[in-house]
Every structure is written in C-alpha cells, then in structure tokens.
C-alpha cells in the first residue's frame, strides 16, 4: 500500500509542475502586463521601470526557476494592481466558491446515484428512458447556455429569483442549479451503466438463485462492485468543480474565485493566475489521489495497477 501511494504522489507531483509551467509559458506568451496595467499611453521609461520592478525585464527561464523558488518558499508572489499577497487574495475568494460547489457536489451525489440506480433497476421502463433523456440533455448542453435559460425562465420572465450577486441565499440557487444538473446528469448516466453491466455479471444471479432477497442482492452485491467505476466519476467531478466554477460564476456575478479568474486573465495580473491555477490542480490532483486511495480500499486487487479508463 505505500508503495502505492507513493507511485501516486509522484504522478501528482509531476502533473502539477506540468500544469503550472504550461500556465506560466502562456501567460507570458499572450502579452504583455506592462502595457496592460500601465495602459498603451504611459511613457516608455514608467513601463521599463514597471517590468524592472516586477522582474518581467528578466529572460523567461530565470523567471520560471524564480517562480518555482518561490512557490516552495511559500511565496506565490503579488498582485501587480494592488501589490497584495497573491494567495491572501485568492482566499478571500474561496469561502464564495465553496458556498456553491460544495451544495453543487451534495446535489450530483444525492440526485445522480440513485437516478441512475433506479433507471438501472428498472431498464427499457418508462422511467429509465426519462431518466435517460435528462442525462443526455444535462450532459449534453453546455453550462453557460444551462445558466442563462435559467436566468431568463426564472429570473426575467418569472421574477422568482435573482440573477446575479451574492446578496442573499436566494442568489446560490440558479448557480447551484446550473453546476448540479449538469453533474448528476453525468453521474446518473455512468451509475446506470456500471449497475447494467454489474446485474448481468453470473455472481448476481447467483446470489438470486440462493434464495437472497432482490433488495439483499442489490445492497451486498450490485451496489459495491458499480462503486468502483462510479467513483471515478466522482472523483473527476470533484477535482472539476472548481475549474467549473469558472463559467458559473461568472454567468451570475458571483465574487469567487473563478471570477477572480477571468477577471486577472483580463488584466494580465499573473501571480494571481498563476496562483489560482495552483489551487485547482491541487485540486484536482488531490481529488483523483483520493480515487486511487478509495480503489485501493474497495479493490485490493488495484493496488500497483493502472486506474480502469474512464468511460
């Protein structure tokens, strides 16, 4: 088993220096900051200057061995609007990001499994097919178009909720719809197909064929063995939220960090991407360890073996 984990850690390490010096290379390729924050009209001299004093001057591997430094120093860098603490302001942004993935995670779990169970249990039914048509509809449709036909239905023609800002709780419910439908869409789709394929398999019937009740078989049997390929949807839907939020947020104005994303893009504001960039592949790298850790448990048999491929 620690073997195990530590092939995993090295994965994850390597991933996230991946991740991060692609972020890094783009950025720098994509223009420059100097004349995105100072403006086209400020004078040669006060734009050297400012690349001087942010280091930009330098040639781009001394910048990247210098970013790296500092990550392991704990030292992400500062914003270049205001020259606050990279990190201090992406964690202003995070309780505001949580407060709608965490709900959106709760929602793809408590509606996705067990719609996709049922529609497993009761295949070719009338059911499974609607079951099925929403799957493909939440899988299908692309979250920001999901996030103005909400708007426009409840919102514009309606008037039942807010459309965009964080005043009350009320303006987390068409967010929280927007990211949730789409996920437990997804996951009641792949719950369907592992439970199919886990009732066709000889040991369920004959676990029926001993006398078990329906319900027995489903529980100690059914349920356990589709839980393998069903947690690597999870898993991958817990490591994407965050990236997913993105979209979400920005559709409604919600101040979190996927805002805040979008917004120093714009504004070329690096340590501050490259800061968030950070945050998400730790994420999501942490959330597919937690996969392979669950594996492990579920299934022996995993351990040293290559996660099964995602469907």
């Not at 990279?86 to 793809?108: H, Y």
């Given at each position: 088993?620690?073997?195990?984990?530590?092939?995993?850690?090295?994965?994850?390490?390597?991933?996230?220096?991946?991740?991060?010096?692609?972020?890094?290379?783009?950025?720098?390729?994509?223009?420059?900051?100097a004349?995105?924050?100072?403006?086209?009209?400020?004078?040669?001299e006060?734009?050297?200057?400012?690349?001087?004093?942010?280091?930009?001057?330098?040639?781009l591997?001394?910048?990247?061995?210098?970013?790296?430094?500092?990550?392991f120093?704990?030292?992400?860098?500062?914003?270049?609007r205001?020259?606050?603490?990279?990190?201090a302001?992406?964690?202003?942004?995070?309780?505001?990001?949580?407060?709608l993935?965490?709900p959106?995670f709760?929602?793809?779990?408590?509606?996705?499994?067990?719609?996709?169970?049922?529609?497993?249990?009761?295949?070719?039914?009338?059911?499974?097919?609607?079951?099925m048509?929403?799957?493909?509809?939440?899988?299908?449709?692309?979250?920001?178009?999901?996030?103005?036909?909400?708007?426009?239905?409840l919102?514009?023609n309606?008037?039942?909720?807010?459309?965009?800002?964080q005043?009350s709780?009320?303006?987390?419910?068409?967010?929280i719809?927007?990211?949730?439908?789409?996920?437990?869409?997804l996951?009641?789709?792949?719950?369907?197909?592992?439970?199919?394929?886990?009732?066709?398999?000889?040991?369920?019937?004959?676990?029926?064929?001993?006398?078990?009740p329906?319900?027995?078989?489903?529980?100690?049997h059914?349920?356990?063995?589709?839980?393998?390929?069903?947690?690597?949807?999870i898993?991958?839907?817990?490591?994407?939220?965050?990236?997913?939020?993105?979209?979400?947020?920005?559709?409604?104005?919600?101040?979190?960090?996927?805002?805040?994303?979008?917004?120093?893009?714009?504004?070329?504001?690096?340590?501050?991407?490259q800061?968030?960039?950070?945050m998400?592949?730790?994420?999501?790298?942490?959330?597919?360890?937690?996969?392979?850790?669950?594996?492990?448990?579920?299934?022996?048999?995993?351990?040293?073996?290559?996660?099964?491929?995602?469907?």
């Amino acid at each position: 088993m620690l073997h195990y984990l530590l092939s995993r850690l090295l994965r994850a390490a390597v991933s996230i220096i991946m991740v991060v010096t692609f972020v890094f290379v783009v950025l720098r390729m994509s223009g420059d900051p100097a004349m995105v924050i100072m403006g086209a009209d400020a004078p040669p001299e006060a734009i050297d200057a400012f690349r001087k004093s942010w280091g930009l001057d330098q040639p781009l591997w001394v910048q990247y061995f210098s970013f790296f430094e500092a990550v392991f120093s704990g030292e992400l860098g500062r914003s270049m609007r205001d020259g606050r603490d990279a990190m201090a302001v992406v964690l202003e942004r995070v309780p505001s990001t949580l407060a709608l993935t965490v709900p959106a995670f709760l929602v793809n779990l408590i509606v996705g499994v067990p719609a996709g169970v049922y529609a497993a249990l009761h295949r070719n039914s009338l059911i499974d097919r609607c079951v099925m048509v929403m799957a493909v509809t939440g899988f299908a449709v692309p979250s920001f178009i999901l996030a103005m036909l909400l708007v426009l239905i409840l919102s514009v023609n309606l008037g039942w909720l807010p459309s965009a800002g964080q005043d009350s709780w009320l303006n987390a419910i068409l967010p929280i719809a927007t990211m949730g439908f789409g996920g437990a869409a997804l996951l009641a789709r792949f719950t369907r197909s592992a439970m199919l394929e886990v009732l066709g398999q000889p040991y369920i019937r004959t676990a029926s064929a001993k006398g078990l009740p329906w319900s027995a078989v489903v529980w100690r049997h059914a349920l356990q063995n589709a839980a393998i390929p069903t947690i690597t949807i999870i898993g991958f839907m817990l490591g994407g939220l965050v990236a997913g939020a993105v979209v979400v947020e920005s559709v409604f104005s919600w101040p979190g960090v996927g805002r805040l994303l979008v917004i120093s893009v714009a504004n070329r504001d690096l340590a501050i991407v490259q800061a968030i960039v950070l945050m998400i592949a730790i994420t999501m790298v942490a959330a597919n360890m937690i996969v392979d850790v669950l594996y492990g448990l579920v299934d022996p048999r995993m351990h040293g073996q290559a996660r099964p491929a995602r469907r």
